[in-house]
């Protein structure tokens, strides 16, 4: 079974920064790409950022575009996403997983059977 470790998450004023770090074990984390979610209260979760295989190809959400960046370790078996010029519409618990790779484009999966703890950003205003 996967075992999926989210940390970095904290509380930052507007305008601040942080990186959060997903750590992955119990499967060949380079054989899959990689993305990160997130959910705030009372909204569906929202796929936010991934990574491709190889860590050359990204794909974000148009509203953190320029202001998050992910990236990942495979000899780590770690994902990160660095972010930027956070709002206050960026607080959500944010959560990894995997994504799906081919046809030219990084998306989510159907379904997932699986999610981690999740780290909680929380953005004062």
């Known amino acids: 079974q996967v075992h999926l470790v989210e940390s970095g998450g904290g509380l930052v004023q507007a305008g601040g920064s942080l990186r959060l770090s997903c750590a992955a074990s119990?499967?060949?984390?380079?054989?899959?790409?990689m993305g990160w979610f997130r959910q705030a209260p009372g909204k569906e979760r929202d796929f936010v950022a991934a990574?491709?295989?190889?860590?050359?190809?990204?794909y974000y959400k148009d509203s953190v575009k320029g202001r998050f960046t992910i990236s990942r370790d495979n000899a780590k078996n770690t994902v990160y996403l660095q972010m930027n010029s956070l709002k206050p519409e960026d607080m959500a618990v944010y959560y990894c997983?995997?994504?799906?790779?081919?046809?030219?484009?990084?998306?989510?999966?159907?379904?997932?059977?699986?999610w981690g703890q999740g780290t909680q950003v929380t953005v004062s205003s």
């Open positions: 997983n995997t994504a799906r790779e081919g046809f030219g484009r990084l998306r989510p999966y159907d379904d997932y059977d699986y």
């Open positions: 119990g499967r060949t984390f380079s054989s899959y790409a």
């Open positions: 990574i491709s295989r190889s860590g050359r190809s990204t």
